[in-house]
């Protein structure tokens, strides 16, 4: 009898592990405000992120990813959801904060929405993601995967947190969208993380990390979220990266403090990499690397930033990076047109589900394309939209990109000729013009924002 049931708790270690290798597990590393090429290896006499040239390298490095909307908590919306911030009435970052705002207040009191008042549009921007709407936690579940989150959320206040999202677990989560502090206290008004006297922030979420992948025991397969705060503000780096980057031409003042910033996070990276590997479950495991927007520093050659001209190459334009050990190759590169909309369709996908049981999605799965490291043939542009200031949609369909103001004005630019946007050539291509204009007037109706159009 005892030989009987210790044949029987062998095949079902067996079987609960073939699962498991059925279905790898998913790392998602999502940095905030890191720009295109704030990596060493796109530009080495600034920055030094070994650990990520060499997931780079290990992988399928993606050369032409967009944020849908370059801004905290839009891009976080659509990352989560697969959905367009457009379509979610999340236009801008979430914020409590009065100054320039207005809060508009449902019958319980809550501030369900907000406007800027300086917002030439006057879109009312909401300050969550809705419970019913469906997340990559959610769908992975279903699919027997169990989710960690860790990091920067700014997606609503506490009932709309990542427990509350389909995710098992949080740590390090709060209301807003940056520390006080990268050390501690990291937090002024949360009592999050306050066992910590030490850590520099990046460095005790990648403890987090480490501690649960040596530990996980689970039979399923996971996936975890790792949702940076740096290198957002306060530029507060590292102390004992910083003097590696102080002096060097082009990183005066506090850039040399973002650089240093930028090297904790190429730390954790490797970090999570090398727990992986000890774990042995590093070739069972796909890796995904990108930000939710461009830097707060103009780097050349792109034109714009977090703050300045964000829908430009500057500030939309992102590092994506996938590692898929036994299925990507060494040293890959792909030059397809790709958006963070994207990234819930190919997790669904990825581990067996069907995207077209998704309703409203407005990306597309890129499991194909990383499988096979083909060209992604989109049918259609892809848009970018804020609620800020005059500049405030984008439309990307080839070679060609279009920038719209609210005050009617249009931009054209050949990006891949002119990869700073310096010339643009409204006036030589009216034809081009036209025929994104009318797919942006159509999208818009598609996404119900129509009557804050600037290209009536």
């Given at each position: 009898m005892k030989r009987f049931l210790s044949a029987a708790l062998l095949l079902s270690c067996l079987c609960a592990?073939?699962?498991?290798?059925?279905?790898?597990?998913?790392?998602?590393?999502?940095?905030?405000?890191?720009?295109?090429n704030s990596l060493g290896?796109?530009?080495p006499e600034l920055f030094e992120t070994p650990n990520i040239d060499q997931l780079a390298s290990d992988g399928i490095d993606f050369q032409q990813c967009y944020v849908a909307s370059p801004t905290c908590s839009p891009s976080r919306s659509t990352l989560l959801t697969g959905k367009h911030p457009a379509r979610l009435k999340m236009v801008r970052h979430i914020t409590d904060k009065p100054k320039g705002v207005k809060f508009i207040y449902d019958d319980q009191g809550r501030a369900t929405h907000h406007l800027l008042i300086n917002d030439?549009?006057?879109f009312p921007s909401?300050?969550?993601?809705?419970l019913e709407q469906v997340t990559y936690a959610e769908a992975l579940k279903s699919h027997g995967y169990y989710n960690l989150f860790l990091g920067k959320w700014h997606l609503g206040p506490k009932e709309f947190h990542p427990i509350h999202q389909g995710f098992d677990r949080?740590?390090?989560?709060t209301d807003h969208g940056s520390p006080s502090n990268y050390y501690p206290d990291y937090f002024k008004d949360e009592d999050v993380l306050q066992e910590?006297?030490?850590?520099?922030?990046?460095?005790?979420?990648?403890?987090?990390?480490?501690?649960?992948?040596?530990?996980?025991?689970?039979?399923?397969?996971?996936?975890i979220s790792l949702w940076y705060y740096n290198v957002h503000t306060p530029n507060i780096g590292r102390k004992d990266l910083v003097p590696r980057f102080e002096g060097r031409e082009g990183l005066e003042g506090k850039r040399a403090q973002y650089a240093a910033q930028v090297g904790a996070v190429d730390e954790s990276v490797g970090r999570v990499r090398a727990a992986l590997k000890a774990k042995g479950i590093d070739q069972n495991t796909i890796i995904i690397f990108t930000s939710d927007q461009g830097s707060l520093y103009e780097w050349e050659p792109y034109r714009g930033g977090k703050r300045v001209d964000t829908l430009c190459e500057g500030g939309a334009r992102v590092p994506f990076v996938v590692s898929w050990p036994g299925v990507t190759k060494s040293g890959t590169t792909n030059d397809s047109i790709i958006q963070t909309t994207d990234v819930f369709p190919t997790l669904v996908e990825l581990v067996g589900g069907n995207p077209a049981d998704d309703e409203d999605l407005d990306g597309v799965s890129l499991l194909s394309t990383i499988r096979e490291n083909s060209e992604l043939q989109r049918d259609k542009p892809i848009y970018g939209y804020r609620a800020y200031e005059d500049l405030y949609v984008s439309v990307r369909e080839g070679d060609w990109k279009l920038l719209g103001y609210r005050s009617g004005k249009t931009s054209l630019y050949n990006v891949v000729e002119d990869?700073?946007?310096?010339?643009?050539?409204?006036?030589?291509?009216p034809e081009i013009v036209s025929q994104l204009v009318k797919k942006l007037k159509a999208w818009e109706q598609k996404m119900e924002v129509e009557q804050y159009s600037g290209v009536q």
């Open positions: 592990t073939a699962v498991a290798a059925e279905k790898p597990n998913i790392v998602l590393l999502f940095v905030d405000d890191l720009g295109w290896y796109r530009n030439p549009a006057q909401k300050n969550w993601v809705d949080q740590i390090g989560t910590e006297t030490e850590a520099y922030l990046t460095d005790k979420l990648t403890d987090e990390t480490v501690e649960f992948i040596d530990g996980y025991s689970k039979d399923q397969p996971f996936m990869r700073s946007e310096k010339h643009d050539v409204a006036a030589e291509h």
